[in-house]
């Protein structure tokens, strides 16, 4: 309703900007898109600073990362069932899944009950800002399954990183 009225409009994304025209039938030259981008500190980081972080937030040395709001379009149950192979390869240790409970979380935890490497997924909390680009950097792979994202700004930040990354081909990813 706002979105009609507004004489401009900034989208985070062309995938928000098409949203916006799909959902809206917002005249697209009203919509003024303007990415976002990984905050400054996020870089690559030292061996050392990457060990300090690893401790302090009891992490593995090899594991996958995913750093968002546990719901449902973030596609956690799926990402949880593809590492099982890698548990089982002996690939990674864990899977750290960085990020507060959002709406509709019950079902991923219903599920994550229910398979065997549940003890491999670690969750590590509140993860300070200062803390997130080791996080992201110590990570054999940041990965993003969702279903959808406006922007996807952790794959730019693990990017920053040098984390490689591995995410879903959707929305604006």
């Not at 996080?135 to 969702?146: C, D, K, L």
């Not at 794959?155 to 040098?162: F, I, K, N, Q, R």
């Given at each position: 309703i706002f979105c009609r009225r507004a004489r401009a409009i900034i989208a985070v994304s062309e995938s928000?900007?098409?949203?916006?025209?799909?959902?809206?039938?917002i005249d697209p030259r009203r919509i003024h898109v303007i990415s976002e981008a990984a905050a400054p500190h996020f870089g690559p980081q030292t061996a050392g600073r990457i060990e300090a972080v690893r401790a302090r937030h009891g992490l593995p040395s090899r594991y996958i990362v995913t750093v968002g709001t546990i719901e449902p379009r973030k596609n956690l149950a799926r990402l949880v069932d593809a590492c099982?192979?890698?548990?089982?390869?002996?690939?990674?240790?864990?899977?750290?899944?960085?990020?507060?409970?959002?709406?509709?979380?019950?079902?991923?935890?219903r599920h994550l009950e229910s398979i065997p490497w549940r003890d491999r997924v670690i969750f590590p909390g509140f993860v300070q800002d200062e803390d997130l680009p080791a996080v992201y950097a110590g990570a054999s792979v940041t990965a993003q399954p969702s279903l959808y994202e406006g922007f996807g700004l952790p794959v730019l930040e693990a990017m920053a990183c040098e984390s490689p990354v591995c995410t879903s081909n959707v929305s604006s990813l």
């Amino acid at each position: 309703i706002f979105c009609r009225r507004a004489r401009a409009i900034i989208a985070v994304s062309e995938s928000t900007k098409n949203d916006l025209v799909r959902l809206y039938d917002i005249d697209p030259r009203r919509i003024h898109v303007i990415s976002e981008a990984a905050a400054p500190h996020f870089g690559p980081q030292t061996a050392g600073r990457i060990e300090a972080v690893r401790a302090r937030h009891g992490l593995p040395s090899r594991y996958i990362v995913t750093v968002g709001t546990i719901e449902p379009r973030k596609n956690l149950a799926r990402l949880v069932d593809a590492c099982g192979p890698l548990f089982d390869e002996g690939l990674v240790d864990a899977l750290v899944i960085v990020g507060s409970r959002g709406w509709l979380y019950e079902g991923f935890f219903r599920h994550l009950e229910s398979i065997p490497w549940r003890d491999r997924v670690i969750f590590p909390g509140f993860v300070q800002d200062e803390d997130l680009p080791a996080v992201y950097a110590g990570a054999s792979v940041t990965a993003q399954p969702s279903l959808y994202e406006g922007f996807g700004l952790p794959v730019l930040e693990a990017m920053a990183c040098e984390s490689p990354v591995c995410t879903s081909n959707v929305s604006s990813l």
